[in-house]
């Protein structure tokens, strides 16, 4: 049915029949990949929501193989499965990712761009040549400025490459201190996720 494993998470409020609850999809960093579901809880979504029970999401959070990277079709295709299973909104699905999952969230906005809500890649590389796809798309992008592993000027780019197409609704948080974790303050925040509950995905 689908290729990937993945953890779920159903809020306290979740029902089958009442009203269709948001979803949101996390993607996790490389350093979370492997055959253990339970190394995906170690940042983000998958973490709060186990002190969480009243998340106002249904959390799914897929893990991909060692060496391997997040493959857009295949999560698109855990979507569909999701969204004919679970009582969920389908106009407001929200994608966020750190690093890997990062660069992850940008090439699924890329190749699905009308699926969405709004999406938050964090510290992750995309192609600023393939932003003209999603410019309607509610982005909110967050990098570390002392960031090594994946330099600030990645996220910088498809900012400026954004803007340039004439996108109108983009956020970009620069953490002056912050190395390449930038994905803790980040999930820690509060106003993210009120961010995404504000947003319905509009038919284009």
Same mark, same amino acid.
């Given at each position: 049915?689908?290729? +990937?494993?993945?953890?779920?998470? #159903? ?15 996390? #993607? ?69 990712? #750190? ?23 964090? +510290? ?81």
């Amino acid at each position: 049915l689908h290729s +990937c494993r993945y953890l779920l998470f #159903l809020p306290r409020s979740y029902s089958a029949k009442g009203k269709p609850a948001p979803l949101l999809l996390f #993607l996790h960093g490389s350093g979370e990949r492997g055959d253990d579901l339970e190394r995906v809880k170690q940042h983000g979504p998958p973490k709060l929501v186990a002190s969480r029970p009243d998340f106002p999401f249904v959390v799914v959070s897929p893990q991909v193989r060692p060496t391997r990277r997040f493959d857009a079709a295949a999560l698109l295709d855990l979507l569909d499965h999701l969204q004919a299973t679970y009582n969920v909104d389908r106009k407001r699905t929200a994608v966020t990712g #750190l690093s890997m999952g990062g660069a992850g969230t940008w090439e699924l906005a890329w190749a699905y761009p009308n699926r969405f809500a709004a999406i938050a890649p964090i +510290c992750g590389a995309g192609d600023p040549a393939k932003t003209g796809r999603f410019t309607h798309l509610p982005i909110w992008a967050f990098h570390g400025e002392k960031d090594e592993t994946i330099p600030i000027k990645r996220t910088e780019m498809m900012i400026e490459a954004l803007k340039a197409a004439g996108a109108g609704n983009v956020r970009f948080t620069v953490y002056a201190d912050a190395g390449h974790d930038s994905w803790t303050e980040t999930y820690g925040n509060p106003e993210l996720y009120e961010w995404f509950l504000s947003h319905t995905r509009t038919s284009h």
